[in-house]
């Protein structure tokens, strides 16, 4: 069983945390946000680091929360939790708020909850756009991937998040990497009050 534990803690971190080709775009506040470029897209993902006074549970009930998504995400407009199943697999759905003359998104979130060793929590993330209905107030986002990875250390749980999405319409490359370190950071920040 050990050895089962250890292969897999390897994989998950040596996927996670593997640096290579991610480039420091912000360090500020004790949070760190990379960006790297992706395969067949001109899109970037983004990875973003910090660690909070905390415990696995408190930060883990707080990103699965989808009634309170929307009072600490970025732009977010509304969030609900839409379903959670026995298997911990959770259902999340948020409404998001983007500049004029650009109309407002929405997305819908599958998070599978994987229980690596007791110390380690991934989140799985994952598009669910086909698994409620569409509000003609929103343009749905349906190209999305990433995970949270909570890690309980001696100085408290460190938190990893690694996202890549389109939202889709005809917003400029430029303008979606243009969010990809405003958007974490502020997420990371208001998460960080919400858990402390």
């Known amino acids: 069983m050990k050895i089962c534990i250890a292969i897999v803690s390897f994989l998950v971190f040596s996927s996670a945390f593997a640096q290579k080709d991610w480039k420091l775009k912000k360090d500020k506040d004790d949070i760190k946000i990379y960006v790297k470029s992706k395969k067949n897209s001109n899109l970037k993902l983004f990875k973003a680091e910090m660690t909070v006074q905390s415990s696995l549970d408190t930060v883990l009930n707080v990103i699965l929360d989808g009634d309170s998504l929307k009072d600490w995400n970025y732009k977010a ?47 799985e993330i994952s598009s669910a756009s086909n698994r409620y209905p569409e ?14 990875l909570l890690q309980q250390l001696d100085d408290g749980i460190k938190v990893t998040h690694q996202m890549y999405g389109d939202p889709g319409g005809n917003l400029p490359d430029w303008f979606v990497n243009s969010t990809l370190t ?13 858990v402390e």
């Open 77 to 123: 407009l509304d969030s609900k939790l839409l379903n959670k199943s026995l298997d911990d697999e959770y259902l999340l759905w948020m409404a998001l708020d983007l500049p004029w003359p650009v109309r407002n998104r929405d997305v819908v979130i599958a998070c599978k909850l994987l229980r690596i060793t007791d110390d380690i929590i991934k989140i």
């Open 135 to 148: 509000n003609d107030d929103y343009l749905r986002i349906t190209t999305f991937e990433g995970f949270w």
């Open 182 to 194: 405003r958007a974490p950071y502020h997420n990371f920040m208001a998460l960080k009050e919400r």
